[in-house]
């Protein structure tokens, strides 16, 4: 399968209905074809929950959608057990038996709702009743969140951000693409999306993607990036061995996507702030943000 033809169709069914955020987008396929679950971080109204279920539209495989609510406990995501007429325990599946699940405005979740996820994301199984139960392949999801300090909003514990492979910043659209944005609604209703991939399609692409060669010059500059979030004199917790290997997979599939066989140190420069932003933890009185100490390694790396 061509990744950079596929690609393109794809990001062409979703912009009927998406104005702007040609990088937004690419970085939600590109977490499709690593096999990684993404955070799309911004405030209301941006069109996070639009672009997700879009992108679903285009991919033809199942798909569900939670809204987080501060009532929302576990069992309304993973399911639960109940007995029967004549006595016997079944298990009612939830909402994460899927291939694509939107989880919108996870952040507004109570915290033993958000750490039910923690074993979802990593093993890809829900454990109910002391038993296992697989959840579908492909099985990614796409969880909004609200910028902290907004009303009714708790940070993600980084035990369970560092599951999510990128987090993706949605900021307002540009003037012209907010125009562009009021056209595209008034003719949505004659707008379909057509359906590019199916679930066996993603799955192809994923192998594909691995099979990426992932030069040793590119391996050591991903270690130097990762090893400098450590060393940063404002960073009070570096990244996670996770950041090097969602550098690798996410390499190889944004170069998968643009048609090439070999990751290049571009890739990784692309792909920093939605691999580190989420994993590093930035001393208050640093005044620099995360975005501003990557972009600080990065300039530092020859």
Do not use: W
Not at 60 to 72: E, H, M, Y
Not at 101 to 122: I, Y
């Amino acid at each position: 399968m061509d990744g950079a033809t596929v690609f393109q169709e794809i990001r062409d069914e979703v912009k009927k209905h998406i104005a702007g955020k040609d990088e937004t987008i690419e970085l939600m396929i590109i977490a499709i074809v690593a096999n990684g679950h993404a955070l799309l971080e911004g405030v209301p109204g941006v069109a996070k929950t639009t672009m997700t279920k879009a992108l679903a539209s285009a991919v033809s495989a199942d798909f569900k959608r939670v809204q987080g609510t501060p009532d929302l406990v576990p069992s309304d995501i993973t399911g639960y057990t109940y007995r029967d007429e004549i006595g016997n325990v079944q298990f009612r599946r939830g909402p994460i038996f899927t291939n694509m699940l939107l989880v919108d405005e996870l952040n507004r979740t109570q915290p033993k709702t958000m750490s039910a996820l923690l074993e979802t994301l990593e093993e890809r199984q829900v454990t109910v009743g002391g038993r296992d139960f697989q959840l579908p392949k492909p099985f990614i999801t796409f969880a909004t969140q609200n910028p902290l300090k907004i009303e009714g909003t708790e940070p993600l514990p980084k035990v369970l951000a560092d599951r999510f492979i990128m987090k993706i910043d949605v900021d307002y659209p540009n003037m012209k693409e907010e125009q562009e944005m009021m056209r595209l609604k008034e003719k949505e209703e004659t707008y379909s999306i057509k359906k590019v991939i199916d679930a066996n399609d993603v799955m192809g692409m994923q192998q594909d993607a691995k099979a990426v060669t992932l030069p040793d010059d590119v391996a050591e500059y991903i270690t130097q990036i990762v090893d400098a979030t450590r060393k940063e004199i404002h960073v009070v917790m570096g990244a996670s061995p996770r950041a090097d290997l969602a550098f690798m997979n996410c390499s190889k599939a944004r170069a998968y996507l643009s048609g090439r066989k070999e990751v290049a140190r571009d890739d990784i420069k692309f792909l920093a702030k939605p691999i580190l932003s989420h994993r590093i933890s930035v001393r208050a009185t640093g005044g620099i943000g995360a975005h501003g100490i990557i972009d600080g390694i990065i300039a530092s790396l020859r």
